[in-house]
């Protein structure tokens, strides 16, 4: 496995948590993130103002290939889950490509401005492995991405998991590089949080 940010030269840490309830409102941001941060008028500012480095982005929740270790107890690869990894981004892939054929189609077809733009949109509703968005849990262990997508149970699963913690540690050393450097917390939908499960995110933060 080739990791995905292997070539940057700057340090890798979440500078912004987004926190939903639920993985609908997650996957519902992905798409206006992909908008953003993915799409190639973003792809081409970052090539001519970043070194080619992008902002990058992870979704992190129980959706995210592949749960597990990349290594077994003897610390070797695991060749069966590295199998299932690359199984499960080819399929992201053709998926990714699939909807690229389709929105060609749809802005071919289109007769307005405005069908021609929604039916560019398709394509942000599938993640796209050459770009911003981190591709898999191991991706993100080697390199935590710039903006942490994910969900409470997730963050509290993530926070007890040895495999998870270079997330955090990483984060913790970019935090602690200068008083210049700011963590971004984004919570979603804050007025469900009351209560018992307001106390349990509050303890959790």
Known sequence: RVPQRGHETRSAAVRALMLYPMNALVEDQLSRLRRALDSQQARQWCDGHMNGNR?????????????GHEQNRRGN?????????A???????????????????????????RERETARDI???????????????????????????TNCSMLSIMLM???DSPIFEKTRKWLEGGTDRIFHLVIDELHLFRGTAGAEVGYLL
Not at 105 to 111: D, K, M, P, Y
């Open 161 to 163: 998991r040895e495999a």
């Open 55 to 67: 902002i990058y982005f992870g979704r992190y929740t129980g959706n995210t290939p592949v749960p």
């Open 87 to 113: 199984r499960e981004l080819a399929g992201l892939d053709r998926g990714a490509r699939a909807a690229a054929g389709h929105a060609a189609e749809r802005v071919a077809e289109a007769t307005t401005d």
């Open 123 to 149: 394509i942000y509703f599938f993640p796209r492995l050459d770009g911003a968005e981190m591709r898999s849990r191991w991706d993100m262990q080697d390199s935590p991405p710039d903006i942490l997508i």
């Open 77 to 85: 690869p695991d060749l069966d889950q590295i199998k299932r990894l």
